[in-house]
């Protein structure tokens, strides 16, 4: 059993991981360009258009832009402040994952699926690499709970409260928000046969609360789009914002139309979940596919044929909840999870956060099953899933250990002192407890805490040194406080050096001495060998080492090879004598 003071110290030592984090430097692409994207917003006084570096930006809604603005409006525009609303999404998520699991079984699986959902490896760097994921896993969590409740107990304030977080999902990332609330919750209903829940008149105020959610976001779109029918979006005129958002949005990332293919690999999302779920991989697995199995044999009918070793029966151990739900609870998490995987794994476009959205419900299915195992008494099977999790652990402490060992070299003794304290204390707790599951929680918990702790408070900061954008802006704004424009040559993003330089790099086309003399350009080395050989000449210069971080590869992980990758980028004031 999960008590409360060990709960509440695993959630901690979580909380410390994740605010860590928070002044780390921002990631390209999408992390700097989101927040760059939101930047705009404040500085401008815009909060309307969406201004993706010179283009129109129709292909996400406003919600998380304007979240990030407005913590930019309360802090000041720094990298912490646009996490912020992502951070205390996650929280209200971890929130929500106790609540559906309460739900759905009791207490202890509440608590447990709290920690897995905090601990799971995708939901902490989202967090980090923050996109429009942690806002959209919030609020849809956060909506499933409450119509859970509107569904269960017939609360009207589930309903309202499920309502507007729908709305607000759904101004963030558009219809998927929508699939992933509502599919789960069909499930549900459907095994409950609580149809009568549908037919209830108190939907009418559920819907007029999402249609005043998702007012402010129509009416941007409205603004941009629809009152603009020249503008044209990738190619394309008299685009309808209103209409892309209820209807093209998906299909297109389904068919990859607009936003390009990327992968056709079904499988995709199926290996890509072995790292996500990381460090519960093995358990979420376990669980899916014991409760599949479960699930398969009460359809067919097979009430004659023994049943798999933990199975229960409806209103048993696994059955338990505060509502007194009959029946399977894990038809909402297993069928939303079956059914949401396939689709997203039919689209021609994707990306390892996608299965950000299906975090709480697997959390919430391991949960429920670790809970079963415990209360039917199965410690065997629990103590040898507690020591696949220590063996877990101790492939962390190698990951920790080579890196602060090797990749990015701690001074020596702090990096002995870091990989004792984890190992002394994974010994300590691990003896400590005697109940196998909480024992499963704790070291598996403690694996996330200290490969996070070492990512969020060395790695990221050693790596992102090697992100020429946010080092040249560094430099450049200590240097030159006057804070001049920047000019670039080409339409590459820069995302990183206009966050940190607090201004929208401009581009030139061609350039000569009259318009480019006296100001400061960024270039790559190609393009600084071109100036030379033309006969440009520069005042100053100011250079960073440059690699694209997000694609590590194994010649940069080692030390001894990195430099044969790494390039550079410079920031050169051209001179006036320039030709």
Not at 218 to 239: C, M, S, T, W
Not at 570 to 576: E, G, I, R, T
Request: hydrophobic letters at 50%; aromatic letters at 12%; proline letters at 4%.
């Amino acid at each position: 059993m999960i008590s409360g003071k060990m709960f509440w110290g695993c959630f901690l030592g979580m909380l410390a991981v994740y605010v860590c984090g928070l002044p780390a430097t921002l990631m390209e692409n999408d992390s700097a360009q989101f927040a760059v994207m939101a930047m705009r917003m404040v500085q401008e006084n815009d909060f309307v258009n969406l201004i993706k570096g010179t283009e129109q930006y129709l292909d996400k809604p406003h919600m998380h832009y304007w979240l990030a603005a407005l913590a930019y409006k309360l802090f000041g525009i720094h990298d912490w402040a646009y996490r912020l609303p992502a951070l205390l999404l996650t929280l209200a998520a971890s929130r929500a994952c106790h609540g559906i699991g309460k739900e759905l079984y009791n207490e202890n699986a509440g608590r447990l699926a709290a920690l897995i959902f905090m601990s799971a490896q995708t939901i902490v760097l989202s967090v980090i690499d923050v996109r429009t994921d942690a806002v959209l896993t919030g609020f849809t969590a956060l909506s499933i709970w409450q119509l859970l409740r509107y569904l269960e107990l017939g609360s009207t304030r589930g309903l309202l409260w499920g309502a507007l977080t729908a709305g607000l999902a759904f101004s963030t990332k558009g219809q998927i928000a929508l699939v992933v609330i509502a599919l789960p919750l069909l499930c549900h209903v459907a095994y409950t046969r609580r149809w009568y829940r549908l037919a209830d008149l108190r939907l009418v105020w559920g819907l007029l609360v999402f249609a005043l959610a998702i007012s402010p976001m129509l009416y941007a779109y409205y603004q941009q789009f629809d009152l603009h029918p020249e503008k044209v979006i990738r190619g394309r005129g008299n685009r309808s914002g209103i209409l892309f958002i209820f209807w093209e949005q998906s299909f297109e990332r389904l068919s990859g139309e607009g936003v390009g293919k990327n992968s056709s690999d079904y499988f995709f999302f199926f290996h890509t979940f072995l790292w996500v779920f990381l460090p519960w991989t093995l358990m979420g697995l376990a669980a899916f596919g014991n409760r599949a199995y479960r699930m398969a044999r009460r359809f067919a009918g097979n009430k004659t044929a023994p049943a798999p070793p933990d199975a229960e029966a409806p209103g048993g151990a696994a059955g338990e909840n505060t509502s007194g739900n009959p029946g399977v609870p894990e038809v909402l998490t297993l069928g939303g999870i079956a059914i949401i995987f396939l689709i997203i794994s039919f689209a021609q476009f994707k990306l390892p956060h996608y299965l950000n959205i299906l975090i709480p419900l697997f959390t919430v299915l391991t949960a429920g099953y670790l809970d079963a195992r415990r209360k039917k008494g199965h410690w065997k099977w629990l103590r040898r899933a507690a020591r696949l999790q220590a063996g877990i652990f101790g492939i962390v402490l190698l990951a920790v250990s080579g890196i602060v060992f090797w990749v990015f070299p701690l001074p020596g003794a702090a990096a002995v002192a870091l990989v004792l304290v984890l190992v002394g204390s994974g010994i300590a707790l691990w003896r400590q407890m005697a109940d196998p599951l909480v024992r499963l929680a704790v070291i598996s918990v403690l694996a996330s805490v200290g490969i996070n702790a070492v990512m969020n408070a060395h790695f990221y900061p050693s790596l992102l040194q090697y992100q020429a954008g946010s080092e040249l802006a560094r430099n450049f704004v200590r240097e030159v406080p006057a804070n001049p424009p920047i000019f670039k040559f080409s339409e590459e993003h820069t995302w990183a050096l206009d966050f940190y330089s607090r201004q929208p790099v401009r581009i030139v086309r061609g350039g000569n001495r009259t318009d480019l003399a006296g100001r400061w350009v960024y270039v790559d080395e190609d393009k600084r060998r071109s100036l030379a050989e033309s006969g440009w000449e520069w005042e100053r210069e100011i250079v960073a080492d440059q690699f694209r971080i997000t694609r590590l590869q194994a010649r940069f992980v080692n030390p001894e090879t990195r430099e044969e990758v790494v390039g550079k980028r410079y920031l050169l004031l051209l001179a006036p004598a320039a030709p």
